[in-house]
């Protein structure tokens, strides 16, 4: 079974600070990772993947996330932070199995960035 | 271009009655999911279309949820005989296709209030 962990409710950080969300996954296949933002009253915007190749991937907003297969996280990252980035974070992951019937994205319950000035 | 909308954006119901949210995709995008987020609480994944298939309703928490899709565009997910824990956001989604590479584009959601 897919699932996606994402360890912390909440995490802070000081403006101008490198921040980090983790992510931890398990898939019986290769995975597609994912990380999405949502801002209040919105909904969620897709921020960057990992699909193969790069285990390093770049997204919008100047974030960033690793991928590590040994330790089957995919950790958000920024190198200094905004309070604008302040919002809630989610990981994640679908498995790559073709003709597996794992089509469904399964999110985790999200971590809340807060950003201080 | 325009993304995924969604209406109402806010419903507030009586316990008991039905409900109809609707949702209309990014143009041209094939696959469209439905998704529950209570507070506090992650994503709950309900159903999803994916052109002329069959629908993965795996998500789906009752037989009092359906959902449909009419020429493979706009969705429909209906909610008979409300409860009070049917109360929270539903999203919903599009995809360019179910590939599963591709993103998932969210539009901003209704908020049901079950009262």
């Known amino acids: 079974a897919q699932s996606v962990a994402q360890p912390e409710d909440q995490v802070n950080v000081a403006e101008g600070n490198p921040l980090t969300v983790k992510c931890t996954y398990s898939v019986s296949g290769n995975p597609y990772l994912f990380w999405y933002v949502q801002y209040p009253n919105r909904g969620l915007q897709f921020l960057l993947k990992y699909i193969t190749g790069d285990n390093l991937v770049k997204g919008s907003y100047g974030f960033e996330a690793e991928f590590n297969k040994s330790q089957t996280s995919f950790h958000l990252k920024k190198p200094s932070a905004l309070v604008s980035d302040s919002a809630l974070y989610f990981c994640a992951v679908r498995d790559n199995r073709v003709g597996y019937n794992t089509d469904k994205l399964i999110f985790g319950t999200g971590t809340r960035l807060q950003v201080f000035p | 271009g325009a993304g995924v909308s969604q209406s109402p954006s806010n419903k507030v119901t009586e316990k008991g009655k039905d409900v109809e949210l609707r949702c209309d995709p990014i143009?041209?995008?094939?696959?469209l999911y439905w998704y529950r987020q209570s507070l506090g609480q992650g994503l709950e994944f309900l159903i999803y279309?994916?052109?002329?298939?069959?629908?993965?309703k795996s998500g789906l928490p009752s037989d009092r949820f359906s959902a449909e899709r009419t020429g493979g565009s706009v969705s429909t997910l209906t909610i008979q005989r409300t409860q009070q824990e049917d109360s929270a956001v539903y999203l919903c989604?599009?995809?360019?296709?179910?590939?599963?590479?591709?993103?998932?584009?969210f539009g901003p959601g209704t908020r049901l209030t079950v009262t």
């Open positions: 989604a599009s995809s360019l296709a179910v590939q599963r590479a591709y993103e998932q584009y």
């Open positions: 143009s041209g995008h094939t696959a």
């Open positions: 279309f994916q052109g002329n298939s069959a629908p993965d």
